[in-house]
């Protein structure tokens, strides 16, 4: 059975710092390609940032510079840092595995950014 069980979402303050992490299990981890995709309320879900299984990176254009994704294998673990929030990074952050044509998610992390 896979499961992917988000935490580390809360409160912080504009300016402030967050860290999510991942856990996965049921997978062979490495061998995922590793995501979080944020939803805020009345809008679509977006990607925030990918990590490939070689550990190729790629950011939405909203979050570069702020955010940083990270993976560690040996732990089945994909983190997301967040550095300078702001109030319009509030959402629920979601955690995605996939490869080829098969895709899991995580059950979501709320994460609010007070002004």
């Known amino acids: 059975q896979v499961q992917l069980v988000e935490s580390g979402g809360g409160l912080v303050q504009a300016g402030g710092s967050l860290r999510l992490s991942c856990l996965a299990s049921g997978i062979i981890f490495r061998l995922y390609a590793m995501g979080w995709y944020r939803q805020a309320p009345g809008k679509q879900r977006e990607l925030v940032a990918t990590?490939?299984?070689?550990?190729?990176?790629k950011y939405a254009d909203s979050v570069k510079g702020r955010f940083t994704i990270s993976r560690d294998n040996a732990k089945n673990t994909v983190s997301l840092q967040m550095n300078s929030a702001k109030p319009e990074d509030t959402a629920v952050y979601y955690c995605?595995?996939?490869?080829?044509?098969?895709?899991?998610w995580g059950q979501g992390t709320q994460v609010t950014v007070s002004s």
């Open positions: 990590i490939t299984s070689d550990g190729s990176t």
């Open positions: 995605r595995a996939s490869i080829l044509s098969h895709e899991f």
